[in-house]
């Protein structure tokens, strides 16, 4: 199946046809199987997340400072994303089912090696090179399982699909990180049991390679291979390519505008959170904090998640995808100084309630634009440049903040500063919409 090119002027009108009833999406097995696919890859990311986290923030056999929290994201999630773009091109030219089994199988091999150097104390560059690897692999599935959707279910309800798709993967990946949790307490915070839980992640790798082994060769596309005749030449042109399609197709455009503001507000968030939870904050009543209030912070973002899953389509369908993504940032930057800026145990984990709910709609509005608008063969590289600029501008946004941050996470200008950046995303996504359509209709 192949999906509309290029950038439709009537591009929100085009998310508004007659919505698909659950019971009937469920009911398409190709729809299905994928889902279960992302499902069990995502938990296994929380668990991978989750078990690296914890051995590496509350282990009381190490200690961590913002400026190693941020070393410990830029390392692992920079570096895929400087070649994301030029991998993204295999994504348009190899079978996405082989690439799917094979990856995961890839995946759970090198999940044992980073379990191995967690539980033999190894910390710093090496740990974080190792866990580059995972997260590389893992990022390449992730798009991979993107681009592969529209194969399985109708472009017409893409925002549907995608909404339960990728806001339950992302609630597995948080269902995920309690297990992780939940198995610390069952093999310890130390080394050798950090190793134990890391180890775990494997699970999900393996029974995501079996239900992606399910589908027929040549089923997720791509149907057409718009590639240089050689892979080398194929993969330098990936990161020209993405840009280039993506550039020129609005809904995109102002689209990855508004990503890009909300990972930085994000980041900075994620930090300050992760260091209140650390150093800051007490027990209140039954909430709990330290690495128990990371578990409930967590659930919360999963609340949050499953939320998004149920109002983004309707918001899409009645309003259009502009004004949810318009409202999406607007709500964030309310939600970031009214909930965060207290900066207590409950007022914080509200905040990470609203904030991921408006991350998942504004990141399902974005699915649903590439997916929809993007020619099947350019789209894998669109998707890795998107996980691209995904991931540099948090790791940015969490460099720069941890540089600033006080050591104990109470900083509420930074706070201030992430929910202004939500409104600066609202104002770029404007522009930039307002000059696309002119230039479309000149």
């Known amino acids: 199946m192949t999906t509309a090119t290029g950038d439709p002027a009537a591009a929100d009108t085009s998310t508004r046809p007659p919505r698909l009833g659950l019971r009937r999406m469920l ?41 190693a929290i941020a070393a410990g994201f830029a390392v692992i999630l920079l570096p895929y994303s400087l070649v994301g773009p030029f991998a993204g091109a295999l994504l348009d030219r190899w079978d996405r089912r ?46 991979g399982l993107s681009a592969a959707l529209p194969h399985t279910m109708d472009e017409k309800h893409l925002v549907e699909a995608n909404a339960i798709m990728a806001t339950g993967g992302a609630t597995m990946a948080a269902v995920g990180g309690g297990s992780a949790f939940a198995l610390r307490a069952v093999f310890g915070g130390d080394n050798y049991g950090s190793g134990w839980v890391t180890a775990c992640a494997l699970v999900g790798s393996v029974f995501a390679a079996l239900a992606a082994a399910g589908f027929a060769k040549g089923s997720l596309g791509p149907d057409e291979r718009d590639e240089p005749a050689k892979a080398v030449t194929a993969i330098a042109h990936g990161l020209l390519d993405s840009g280039r399609v993506a550039a020129r197709t609005r809904s995109v455009a102002t689209g990855f505008s508004a990503l890009v503001a909300h990972r930085i507000g994000f980041g900075v968030s994620m930090l300050l959170g992760l260091l209140l939870m650390r150093f800051a904050f007490t027990d209140v009543g039954w909430l709990k904090a330290g690495i128990a209030g990371v578990g409930e912070a967590l659930a919360a973002g999963a609340i949050g998640l499953v939320a998004a899953a149920f109002i983004t389509a309707p918001a899409v369908h009645r309003f259009g995808r502009k004004a949810t993504v318009c409202g999406a940032l607007v709500i964030s930057s309310v939600a970031q100084l009214g909930l965060g800026l207290p900066m207590t145990l409950p007022s914080i984990l509200a905040a990470v309630l609203v904030v991921a709910c408006c991350s998942q709609v504004i990141k399902l509005c974005v ?40 050591p104990d996470g109470r900083s509420p200008e930074l706070m201030v500063a992430g929910a202004c950046a939500y409104l600066v995303g609202l104002a770029v996504y404007l522009v930039v919409d307002r000059r696309m359509t002119r230039s479309r209709a000149a």
């Not at 191995?116 to 390449?140: H, I, Q």
């Open 367 to 406: 699915d649903s634009a590439v997916q929809h608008d993007v020619p099947d063969e350019a789209r894998g590289r669109v998707f890795a440049l998107y996980d691209a600029l995904f991931n540099l501008t948090f790791v940015s946004a969490i460099t720069v903040a941890a540089m600033l941050v006080a």
């Open 27 to 67: 009911g398409t097995p190709g729809y299905v199987r994928l889902l279960v696919t992302r499902f069990l890859a995502q938990w296994g990311d929380g668990v991978f997340q989750a078990g690296i986290g914890g051995a590496v923030l509350f282990n009381p056999e190490r200690q961590a400072d913002p400026l």
């Open 98 to 143: 082989q690439v799917l089994v094979v990856a995961n199988l890839v995946r759970g091999a090198l999940i044992v090696l980073v379990a191995f150097a967690v539980g033999s104390g190894v910390a710093g560059l090496p740990l974080y090179a190792s866990a580059l690897l995972v997260m590389g692999v893992s990022r390449f599935v992730g798009a």
